[in-house]
């Protein structure tokens, strides 16, 4: 089921153009409005969930996830590696609530750290 003020739901109906990387019949893969990375890929499901703990069937995660290596691949940042992000709700900032894998290369990307992470990560760290 597709959503109709959904603007991934949009991309993957073709009624929104993006910069398509990869589709198949379940998934379409296109490049982030707002690249973080020289490569900064999405890759959604073109059912729509609203995030990755929406009761998403294991066989289209499995393929959502299966197609994490094609966009590697076709983007050329296999061999020197690349973050895959999921953000999730409210506390993780998620902006659209279409479940979507960030796939980020093309350069080195530092581990995250307190400073990063804001201050939620620091009292974490404090009370462990
Ligand atoms: P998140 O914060 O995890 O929900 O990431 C949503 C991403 O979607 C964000 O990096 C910007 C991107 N985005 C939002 N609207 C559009 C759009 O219309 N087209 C494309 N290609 N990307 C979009």
Same mark, same amino acid.
């Given at each position: 089921?597709?959503?109709?003020?959904?603007?991934?739901?949009?991309?993957?109906?073709?009624?929104?153009?993006?910069?398509?990387?990869?589709?198949?019949?379940?998934?379409?893969?296109?490049?982030?409005?707002?690249?973080?990375?020289?490569?900064?890929? %999405? $890759?959604?499901?073109? =059912?729509?969930? !609203?995030?990755?703990?929406?009761?998403?069937?294991?066989? /289209? @995660? #499995?393929?959502?996830?299966?197609?994490?290596?094609?966009?590697?691949?076709?983007?050329?940042?296999?061999?020197?590696?690349?973050?895959? %992000? $999921?953000?999730?709700? =409210?506390?993780? !900032?998620?902006?659209?609530?279409?479940?979507?894998?960030? /796939? @980020? #290369?093309?350069?080195?990307?530092?581990?995250?750290?307190?400073?990063?992470?804001?201050?939620?990560?620091?009292?974490?760290?404090?009370?462990?």
């Amino acid at each position: 089921m597709q959503k109709d003020d959904c603007i991934f739901c949009q991309i993957a109906k073709g009624e929104i153009p993006a910069q398509v990387v990869y589709e198949d019949d379940q998934v379409i893969a296109f490049d982030d409005l707002e690249p973080l990375m020289p490569v900064h890929t %999405l $890759i959604i499901p073109k =059912e729509h969930y !609203s995030d990755v703990a929406d009761d998403v069937p294991e066989d /289209v @995660l #499995g393929h959502l996830f299966s197609c994490v290596q094609k966009v590697a691949d076709i983007k050329g940042i296999h061999q020197d590696g690349f973050r895959c %992000l $999921i953000n999730t709700g =409210e506390n993780a !900032s998620q902006s659209v609530r279409h479940l979507h894998i960030h /796939v @980020l #290369g093309g350069g080195l990307m530092p581990r995250p750290n307190d400073q990063d992470w804001g201050s939620a990560a620091s009292n974490a760290e404090t009370d462990a």
